[in-house]
């Protein structure tokens, strides 16, 4: 009986050295290196996957103005604007809902809304596009990160007043146009 135990002790603190010692010994293999997109910043938020995903979100919501980040989820602005949209999103769900899409995997309205920047926000209240006047000379779209949460919410606020009362094109609170920077 002892020595089967003492067997047994051998066999399995042998089992046990080998597995410690030869993983940390041999390097991992690339395919656990690499970063999944769902490790990203935006994995908090609803993603679109298809262009009909899209063209739903936009025309079903009735009530509330559609926010979508068009954009590369992995670039470094994106990121800065998902972590504004998802800090703001609690605060605007009664008023609107947010959604992201990545360009590479929905290249449908790269060419129809001219995405051409790292990070676009647009903004659509029953299945029409709604401008912003941001004093930049493009009305259609936001193409930087806002940093602030107070200046996000305060245009998403100002787009769902202004589109509530059949306005295609609002006026931004704040200038953004860089004749005020000097």
Not at 83 to 110: C, H, R, T
Not at 120 to 132: E, G, L
């Amino acid at each position: 009986l002892w020595i089967r135990r003492l067997l047994l002790f051998f066999v399995l603190g042998n089992l046990i050295f080998t597995l410690h010692f030869e993983t940390r010994i041999r390097p991992l293999p690339l395919s656990l290196l690499r970063v999944e997109k769902s490790c990203t910043m935006s994995y908090m938020l609803p993603h679109l996957h298809s262009g009909w995903e899209v063209d739903q979100a936009i025309m079903k919501e009735e009530d509330r103005v559609v926010v979508i980040r068009f954009g590369r989820d992995s670039n470094k602005e994106c990121m800065v604007q998902d972590e504004v949209l998802f800090g703001i999103a609690e605060q605007v769900k009664n008023f609107a809902v947010i959604y992201l899409v990545d360009i590479d995997e929905v290249p449908d309205f790269n060419g129809m809304y001219e995405l051409y920047d790292a990070c676009t926000t647009m903004f659509f209240y029953r299945n029409k596009h709604i401008m912003v006047d941001l004093g930049t000379g493009n009305n259609n779209k936001i193409n930087w990160a806002l940093p602030d949460h107070q200046e996000l919410m305060d245009i998403i606020e100002i787009v769902y007043r202004g589109a509530r009362k059949g306005r295609g094109l609002v006026v931004s609170p704040k200038d953004y146009s860089t004749k005020y920077r000097y």
